[in-house]
Structures are given as C-alpha cells and as structure tokens.
C-alpha cells in the first residue's frame, strides 16, 4: 500500500485548537523533563552514594562519603537509607565538593539539588576561588523555605573574570548554628536550567539514577580502598636503608599526589613468620606509577629488614587494608 495523504492535507493543517495546545505543551513538557545534560558533579546521588571509608556516620575535618568533605569539626554527616543528613554546628558551616578542572570566565551554569529542612537555614551554594579575599572570590547562595518536605533549590551563575584560585566548590551550607537538613540529589551542569527532576502529581522526581559502577570509577581516581583480605599480594624487598618496598596495583590510575591515607601498623605484616613490619606511622608512597605505587615502610622497632632472615627472606607482604588519597 503506497502512502497515504493524512486527511487534512488537501485542506490544509487543522485548526490549533484548545485540545492541541494540551497537546503541545504535554509533549513539550515531557521533552523537557527527559533532557538530561551531563552533571559536573561526581558521586551526587545520595540514594545510593559512593562510600568507600564505610562509615555510616562522619564527624567533619576529613573526607567522608567520597568526595564530599564536611568543614572541620564544624559540620556531621550522616549516610541514611536514601538520604544524607548534614548537622550544621556553627553558622557558614558546609560541605564541598572541591573540584580541580576551571571553567572559563563567562560559562554559565545551573547548581541544583533536591533538600529538605525544617527551618530557612540551609541551602546551596557555589563558590569560586579560594584565596579568601572579596576582590577575587565569587559566590552564591539559594536557601530553602523550610517547610519539611523534599523541594528543588536552584542557582544559575556566569563564572566572572578575574577570580583568585582555579578550584571551584558546590556545596550544602548551614546559615545557622545547629540547623539539621537532608540532602537527595545534586547536580551542576551547563546552561540555565535544571535537569536534576521534575514534578508528577506534586512530588519531585529525579530524572535519572546514575549508574553506580560508573560514579565508583570517577570516585577511584581521587581515593581507593585497597583490600588485601590478609593474604600475600604485594611484592616486596628489603631496602640497604632498612627499608621495605612493595609495589601496590591500583584498581584504576589516580590523579597525581597519591599519599597513605590509612594504614593500621598491624595491618602490614610478612608471609614470613607474620612478623609485623610496622609499629608506628612510618611508611609512604614512593613512587607513583600510572597503574601503581611502590609503597615503603620504615624499620619495625623489634625487626631489622637488613638482618633479620623473617623478614629479609619474605618474598611478599600482606596488607588487610591500605587506603591510598589523591583528594584535592
């Protein structure tokens, strides 16, 4: 059957009638709502976050759920069942996302995120530049209504010219002193709107779910928890320094500046005798290859690796846990 002419065709288009309009902006709308651009931000669904240290719960002062540090002492996090709960301590107090790649003077972009507070004292906030001074430090902030229940904030910027430091932060930030808020979803994107959720029926939905797999191989470049479930995988061999080198393979190549994170003394030991090799901090990276580092460890007070035959005949060392850093 060859083609069939619709048939207002000859006619002419139909008339654009109140039903048709429905129409249009039904499928406008849901065009809209499906467009999704790529979010800057790394490990952002928090329904599921990248959580590599395991903690359900953090103090502040250090990294918590990956890449997502809390301010010193000031700022708890906790890690729920579909949400972050962020504790503020002290008025200003936030959580950062610190990021090393600059946008250019004049790009535009869109800082979202899905929250909920009981009180005006929480919100989203962008800042640029980190050498602490007003003349090249840029920023801004959008705050919830406070009325409880889950609400999209958002904030649309132009980078300025003439900012301080190239690192940029989206972040969550307390405006008061013990405010408690939760935290769904981020995003920061270009242009000048959100594609982080939409509305049905009242209720905001996000727009995607992010595939895990693929935020935990983001997350590896900057921090990876390396499990040596206590057998022999590292290679090792005795230094003229009394020293002990092991190389140790990456899951994945990190940025550069890789340091031990966390290293329990007890954690590293010989398949010789288990002699511990470690019994204060004394060991570091040194060497950083692109898809592994040779870690040393400094002489154990009891054991000499230049004299003593457990140690200085192990071919291979265990490690329960050994946690590498690469975070800005």
Request: proline fraction near 5%.
């Amino acid at each position: 059957m060859g083609y069939v002419a619709p048939a207002w065709q000859n006619g002419g288009p139909p008339a654009i009638n109140a039903e048709r309009l429905q129409a249009i902006s039904t499928n406008l709308a849901y065009v809209s709502n499906n467009f999704v651009g790529p979010n800057l931000v790394v490990n952002w669904y928090f329904g599921n976050p990248v959580n590599q240290r395991g903690q359900t719960s953090y103090p502040g002062g250090a990294y918590a759920i990956d890449r997502w540090l809390p301010s010193s002492g000031n700022t708890s996090l906790v890690v729920n069942d579909g949400f972050l709960t962020v504790t503020t301590r002290t008025a200003g107090a936030a959580v950062d996302q610190i990021q090393e790649f600059p946008y250019p003077p004049g790009t535009v972009l869109t800082l979202s995120a899905l929250m909920r507070c009981t009180t005006a004292n929480a919100g989203l906030q962008c800042r640029f530049g980190n050498d602490g001074t007003t003349a090249t430090d840029y920023s801004k902030t959008v705050t919830l209504t406070g009325t409880g229940d889950w609400e999209l904030v958002a904030l649309t910027f132009t980078i300025p010219s003439g900012i301080g430091a190239v690192l940029q932060s989206p972040r969550f930030r307390g405006t008061a002193a013990g405010t408690t808020y939760d935290i769904k979803a981020i995003k920061l994107e270009l242009g000048t709107q959100q594609t982080l959720a939409h509305q049905e029926n009242g209720v905001w939905v996000l727009n995607e779910i992010p595939d895990y797999s693929e935020q935990y191989r983001r997350c590896l470049r900057y921090f990876q928890s390396i499990q040596g479930e206590n057998f022999p995988i590292f290679a090792g061999e005795v230094g003229a320094t009394g020293r002990l080198y092991f190389t140790v393979p990456l899951i994945e190549p990190m940025r550069s500046g890789v340091t031990v994170a966390d290293v329990a003394a007890s954690d590293i030991y010989t398949t010789a005798g288990r002699a511990k090799l470690i019994d204060a901090p004394g060991y570091g990276v040194w060497a950083q290859h692109l898809n592994a580092v040779t870690i040393w460890t400094a002489k154990n007070s009891v054991k000499d690796y230049t004299t003593d035959a457990a140690i200085a005949g192990a071919g291979a060392v265990c490690m329960a846990t050994l946690n590498l850093s690469a975070e800005l």
